[in-house]
């Protein structure tokens, strides 16, 4: 199983870009690499995935070097109401599920005003 | 379209006491997961379930937790004479049949034990 490390947790003020990095040494050539938020009492929420290289939603940007044992989540101007965990995960979703993918503590990131 | 639903968001259990979940999973998905998640942690894996089976239960503890998922009704997780330990939000998330893609979350299930 990929285990993945990621900060414990972060601040930022509001309007700056905010880059979280995640690595996993050990990832496996059919793993794709997800990144979920996660507000106080809520469940978490789906960001993006990416396989390699770099992919762009309408929410953040994640960039995957070609060794793929990394990869970092780009959150443009930050705002407020971005305050929330955001966890990096790690597995191979297209084979038959996440039973063994583990969310672990996740980074948690403050906006500042 | 609704999400996944969970009920009851919150639900207060004595020790000793039975606890049952529930979990309605998106229309359409026939793959549901449940996680357990304690104050100031991530969330750990618990049981992995289609239709009528159970797909992996490697991380639900041996004694007092089951779940299920008929072929009609929403999947439960259940646990039995609930201990103080028991305490926490219990989330639960559906896929499509694929299993493939992203999970979609429900806002939880909060277990208080007294």
């Known amino acids: 199983l990929a285990k993945t490390t990621q900060p414990i947790s972060m601040d930022s003020y509001e309007g700056q870009e905010v880059n979280i990095t995640c690595s996993h040494n050990n990832i496996a050539t059919n793993d794709y690499i997800t990144w979920y938020q996660q507000f106080p009492s809520q469940g978490p929420r789906f960001i993006i995935q990416?396989?390699?290289t770099k992919v762009t939603n309408e929410v953040a940007s994640l960039f995957i070097p070609a060794d793929r044992k990394s990869s970092t989540l780009s959150l443009p101007r930050v705002s407020l109401s971005d305050t929330a965990v955001y966890y990096c995960l790690v597995g191979d979703s297209n084979s038959g599920g996440y039973q063994k993918v583990t969310f672990g503590t996740g980074t948690k990131l403050q906006v500042i005003p | 379209n609704a999400g996944v639903m969970q009920n009851p968001r919150h639900l207060v259990r004595r020790r000793g006491q039975e606890a049952r979940l529930r979990c309605s999973p998106m229309k359409g998905h026939s793959h549901v997961y449940w996680y357990r998640q304690l104050p100031e942690e991530g969330l750990k894996f618990m049981v992995y379930?289609?239709?009528?089976?159970?797909?992996?239960e490697s991380g639900m503890p041996k004694e007092r937790f089951s779940a299920e998922f008929p072929k009609e009704g929403p999947s439960i997780l259940r646990i039995q004479q609930v201990v103080r330990g028991d305490s926490a939000a219990y989330f639960c998330a559906s896929s499509p049949p694929s299993g493939a893609g992203e999970l979609f979350f429900g806002e939880g299930s909060r277990l208080t034990v007294l």
């Open positions: 990416g396989y390699k």
């Open positions: 379930l289609q239709k009528e089976n159970i797909i992996d």
